[in-house]
């Protein structure tokens, strides 16, 4: 016990001296593990927000809302409604009035119902919710409707073929760059962890030239080092952890006021696992930085 | 005296070669054996392989060819994590103290065994106890610069002595010091061989050696010229340069 306790001991106070010794080049080297782990912590929370929206847009492809003038009497809806039922490329409509309309508007998370009341007449059309056997005849249905008396024409339809492809496209453009962005900047952080350890290692040289005269194992001459980098990744960590474990929601929720019609929600259980990643991440950069720092120096 | 020869000697070099990386040759064919308790000079003109000798002996160097058993064990088979067992076993002191200029006296001696794991509740007694053998009591919490070589040497000399060595080597130990100094360093070094611990002092100083009458190893050009039992430095092979 007494041994361990001793190990553990002058491991972490001569890490603790170390990193100050050196104060310049270890608090670089926070800092760099610190952008890395914000950058990483961000781009797996923005990819997952775009995955969200994906799955959301999916569930909505294989319908259309085709919208309907406000003249348009309730029984030529009908009608119509019966017209598009019997085409067989269609599995079934549903209609919509102005006042359902609304009250689905109502639901959108992040719409203050304060404003809602300040427009007065409702400003939303009917519609007829088809939904399509096949998402690829969608656009046939809307060519289709597009161009009848009763269709209100700001828009016809929510029609808008592309925008899964779209996001689909954003997500891995993001996801790319951000990939690339975060490899670059982790080759950059082991090798300014490396370099802090390798100071380190020179500011001691005398104590390390003692040590192995005086018979201290090669463990207990690199433990000190290991810790230090360890402690340069958990302190870039933690501060990563706490910006982004803090700044996710007011994010989100700024997001949502602005972007009304886009699903984003707040995912508390992903963004346990993110923080969990950026720390761990942290660590491994501490720890790999610091091995390829002492590797090479303490062999004789 | 060949019959009180303990059967396993405790340091043996048979046919030792060092070349160095760059070509040097500095040990040739060096044969050497060292019994326990003993007390040997290794002399020499500087650069005649010294120094080379007791880097091999800690293993700080590795032989190019030969073969040297410490207590009976083949340094060339010895594992990279054995070695720190074998400089537990060797107390070694250098021209240039090698001390931690920020550590106090005490703290440079209990260094050597807090590094290696020394249970932190023995450290005390023991570091008082090596403190007093160099008589340097009262001085534990000074700092390397506030003493004079002497006492530094005498702190390094502690500092080798906290795992009771069985092997002691000084490499040039008074090579920074006054002859009167010197002179008390050496006195230290006997007691140190008296109460049991073979002792390899490596000097190129004439005058030490030739009024003591102890076992001389004389080395020339990495080669071993004379070995005398109680000799003084005036060996012919020497003279006659
Ligand atoms: N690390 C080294 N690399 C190359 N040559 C060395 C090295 N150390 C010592 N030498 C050479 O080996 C020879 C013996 O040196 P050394 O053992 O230091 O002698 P001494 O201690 O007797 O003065 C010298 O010629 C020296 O220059
Ligand atoms: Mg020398």
Request: hydrophobic share 50%.
């Amino acid at each position: 016990m007494h041994r361990l306790w001793n190990r553990v001991d002058f491991a972490f106070s001569s890490a603790w001296q170390n990193f100050w010794r050196n104060a310049a080049v270890s608090i670089a080297s926070v800092l760099i593990v610190w952008v890395v782990l914000l950058a990483l912590g961000s781009l797996l929370l923005v990819l997952h927000s775009l995955d969200q929206i994906v799955a959301l847009e999916k569930t909505k492809a294989s319908a259309i809302s085709v919208y309907l003038a406000d003249t348009t009497p309730l029984s030529s809806a009908m009608d119509f409604k019966l017209h598009l039922e019997n085409d067989p490329r269609v599995t079934a409509v549903t209609y919509v009035s102005k006042d359902q309309a609304m009250a689905r508007f109502r639901q959108l998370p992040a719409l203050d119902p304060s404003v809602i009341d300040t427009l007065g007449t409702n400003p939303l059309p009917a519609s007829l919710d088809v939904t399509v056997r096949d998402i690829r005849d969608l656009g046939a249905i809307d060519q289709a409707v597009r161009n009848s008396p009763l269709v209100d024409r700001s828009p016809a339809t929510n029609y808008e073929p592309n925008v899964i492809d779209k996001i689909i496209l954003l997500a891995r453009v993001a996801g790319i760059a951000g990939l690339v962005l975060i490899v670059g900047l982790t080759g950059l952080s082991v090798f300014i962890i490396m370099l802090t350890i390798r100071t380190a290692i020179y500011l001691r040289r005398k104590e390390i030239e003692v040590m192995k005269l005086v018979g201290a194992t090669d463990w207990f001459v690199r433990w000190p080092f290991i810790v230090e980098g360890l402690f340069v990744g958990v302190v870039g960590a933690v501060v990563a952890v706490l910006i982004v474990g803090f700044g996710y929601r007011p994010a989100v929720v700024n997001l949502q006021s602005v972007l009304i019609f886009v699903p984003l929600s707040f995912d508390q259980y992903y963004l346990r696992l993110v923080l969990a990643a950026m720390l761990g991440f942290g660590l491994l950069l501490g720890s790999v930085g610091s091995y390829l720092g002492v590797r090479r120096f303490l062999k004789q | 005296m060949a019959a009180l020869m303990p059967v396993v000697p405790l340091i043996s070099l048979q046919g030792v070669h060092k070349q160095y990386p760059n070509g040097t040759v500095a040990l040739r064919d060096v044969t050497l054996v060292v019994p326990k308790q003993d007390f040997v000079f290794l002399v020499g003109p500087s650069g005649a392989g010294k120094s080379t000798l007791v880097r091999l002996l800690i293993r700080e160097e590795k032989v190019t060819a030969g073969k040297i058993h410490v207590e009976g064990q083949d340094l060339s088979r010895l594992k990279r994590r054995h070695l720190p067992f074998l400089r537990r076993k060797i107390g070694m002191v250098f021209q240039d103290f090698k001390l931690l200029p920020n550590l106090t006296v005490f703290q440079n001696v209990a260094f050597a065994l807090r590094v290696t794991e020394g249970a932190l509740r023995h450290l005390k007694p023991k570091v008082e106890e090596v403190l007093s053998i160099v008589g340097l009591e009262g001085k534990e919490n000074k700092f390397p610069d506030q003493l004079s070589g002497g006492e530094q040497q005498r702190v390094a000399i502690a500092r080798a002595l906290v795992h009771d060595p069985k092997i002691f080597l000084a490499d040039e130990p008074t090579g920074n010091l006054d002859p009167a100094t010197s002179w008390e360093i050496i006195q230290l070094l006997l007691q140190i061989n008296a109460r049991g611990t073979t002792v390899l002092m490596a000097t190129h100083n004439r005058e030490i050696v030739d009024v003591m009458r102890r076992r001389v190893v004389a080395i020339e050009g990495g080669q071993i010229v004379r070995d005398e039992d109680a000799g003084g430095y005036h060996a012919p092979a020497l003279e006659s340069r």
